[in-house]
């Protein structure tokens, strides 16, 4: 359960919905004093200038470290101002689906009986993960490749110990204060996020796996690396880190249907946006952002122009 609530969190940003409110026409100078404040917030952010108001896109990162400090309550203050709110996929999770964890997650969690992972995996890679099941002290022979990253990433890296609050957090406890209206960009139903997830085959998880291992293999603290660039605006530098890279190679970010959704979701749902008047704020993984053909380079072929730092 504890894997699969991580997974989800990275790949689905719940969002609560409150009442819908009055949304007052703001002048181009209150545009221009919020883009400035949650600029100032540290956080990468790009903006779409309209006729009648303008977009804020936040891009970011999950586990953002105390160690690279950003300055959230700017982002409070431009939330405030805000006349609408875009964060992440709405996940519908059901008892049913906990209790369905609960009683078959040993299928999540172990290969298929009586295979083994050197059943899958090369020599080469074998070496790799022998490697570091000494460094750890681990036995991953039987286990999951997703688990088996999921435990490299977080335990053995702990990205995701230690950390301050992600930037959805921050907006979305600002706009309930503030009774700004706030929507999720979609839903996704947990039910259906498991099917898939029982359904793919171990293979699918491989690349999800070496992605990890070269992160927990590469020199430095990436995980320090790349909350530093977060914050310093650099953005390939974060898309290059070997953690980031590990993030979007996992499910359900590779996931041939969660995936593409998620980003054409993303696309339409700005693209109406800037359709609307006064200031929208979105937070958006920086991933599907700022990736080859993501939501910016999407957005950029089809006119719209926008502002902020180099992807």
């Given at each position: 359960m504890?894997?699969?609530?991580f997974?989800?969190g990275?790949?689905?940003l719940?969002?609560?919905v ?17 883009v ?5 917030s ?5 903006t ?6 303008v977009?804020?896109?936040?891009g ?7 160690a690279t400090?950003?300055?959230?309550e ?9 006349q609408r709110v875009?964060?992440?996929?709405k996940?519908?999770?059901?008892p049913g689906d906990?209790l369905?964890l609960?009683f078959?997650g040993g299928?999540l969690?172990?290969l298929p009986k ?6 899958y995996?090369d020599?080469?890679?074998?070496k790799?993960?022998?490697a570091l ?5 681990q036995?991953?022979?039987?286990g999951?490749?997703?688990?088996t ?7 053995r890296?702990s990205f995701?110990?230690d950390?301050t609050d992600?930037?959805s957090d921050?907006v979305r406890k600002?706009?309930r204060?503030?009774k700004?209206p706030?929507?999720?960009v979609?839903?996704v139903r947990?039910?259906?996020?498991l099917d898939?997830l029982?359904?793919a085959?171990?293979?699918t998880h491989?690349?999800c796996?070496?992605?990890a291992?070269a992160?927990?293999?590469?020199e430095?603290?990436?995980v320090i ?8 605006f650099d953005?390939?530098a974060?898309m ?8 979007g190679r996992?499910?359900?970010w590779?996931?041939d249907?969660f995936?593409?959704e998620?980003?054409?979701?993303w696309?339409?749902?700005?693209r109406d946006?800037?359709?609307q008047?006064?200031?929208?704020l ?9 990736e080859?053909d993501?939501?910016?380079d ?14």
């Amino acid at each position: 359960m504890r894997a699969f609530g991580f997974l989800l969190g990275v790949a689905v940003l719940a969002a609560t919905v409150p009442a819908s409110a009055s949304e007052p026409a703001a002048t181009d100078q209150a545009n221009d004093e919020i883009v400035v404040t949650a600029r100032r917030s540290g956080a990468p952010m790009w903006t779409i200038e309209t006729r009648s108001g303008v977009v804020i896109l936040v891009g970011e990162i999950a586990g953002v470290p105390k160690a690279t400090p950003w300055r959230p309550e700017r982002l409070e203050g431009a939330t405030d101002r805000a006349q609408r709110v875009i964060l992440g996929t709405k996940a519908k999770v059901s008892p049913g689906d906990i209790l369905r964890l609960i009683f078959k997650g040993g299928g999540l969690t172990r290969l298929p009986k009586g295979r083994v992972a050197g059943d899958y995996l090369d020599a080469a890679q074998m070496k790799r993960l022998h490697a570091l099941e000494t460094r750890f002290g681990q036995d991953y022979a039987r286990g999951n490749f997703l688990m088996t990253a999921f435990d490299l990433l977080s335990k053995r890296l702990s990205f995701n110990k230690d950390t301050t609050d992600d930037a959805s957090d921050v907006v979305r406890k600002a706009a309930r204060q503030s009774k700004i209206p706030t929507q999720p960009v979609g839903e996704v139903r947990g039910e259906d996020m498991l099917d898939n997830l029982f359904a793919a085959a171990p293979e699918t998880h491989i690349p999800c796996l070496e992605a990890a291992m070269a992160a927990t293999e590469a020199e430095g603290d990436v995980v320090i690396e790349r909350g530093r660039a977060w914050t310093e605006f650099d953005v390939p530098a974060v898309m290059a880190s070997p953690l980031e890279e590990a993030l979007g190679r996992c499910w359900p970010w590779t996931n041939d249907s969660f995936g593409p959704e998620l980003r054409q979701t993303w696309v339409g749902a700005i693209r109406d946006a800037t359709a609307q008047p006064g200031v929208t704020l979105a937070v958006v993984p920086l991933r599907i952002l700022a990736e080859k053909d993501g939501v910016l380079d999407q957005l950029k072929a089809q006119g719209l122009p926008i502002a902020g730092p180099a992807w």
